[in-house]
C-alpha cells in the first residue's frame, strides 16, 4: 500500500488515502482502493495539487479518474465482495519544491 497525501500551505501534509499503485509512469499514476478508505479522494477530483507518494518528492499532480471497479491489484483483489474505486493522478512535468 502506498500513502497518497497532499501539501497544504503553511500547513502539513495530511493523508488522502491508502491506495495500491497499479501503473507509475512519468505522466500518471494508476491506483485501486477500497471505496471504504477513500471518501475524501471525490472531493479533489480534478483539483491540481501538491502531492507525495509515500513522503518521496513531491510532485504537482490531478486526480482525474475515479470510477468504480472490480480489483485487480494483489492485495486488493482478496476483497473483491467489496466496493473498489480506480483512480488516475496526472503529473505535471517540471520540478518544484515550493508551493505556488
Request: hydrophobic content about 45%.
Amino acid at each position: 500500500m502506498t500513502a497518497i497525501s497532499r501539501f497544504i500551505e503553511g500547513g502539513p501534509v495530511v493523508l488522502l488515502a491508502y491506495v495500491s499503485i497499479t501503473k507509475n509512469t512519468r505522466e500518471a499514476i494508476v491506483f485501486e482502493v477500497l471505496e471504504v478508505n477513500a471518501p475524501s479522494l471525490h472531493l479533489f477530483i480534478g483539483v491540481k495539487q501538491f502531492l507525495t507518494c509515500d513522503g518521496d518528492e513531491p510532485f504537482w499532480g490531478e486526480l482525474v479518474e475515479l470510477t468504480p471497479c472490480t480489483p485487480t491489484a494483489n492485495g486488493l483483489r482478496l476483497l473483491a465482495d467489496r466496493a473498489a474505486l480506480r483512480g488516475a493522478i496526472k503529473i505535471y512535468p517540471g520540478k518544484s519544491s515550493t508551493l505556488q
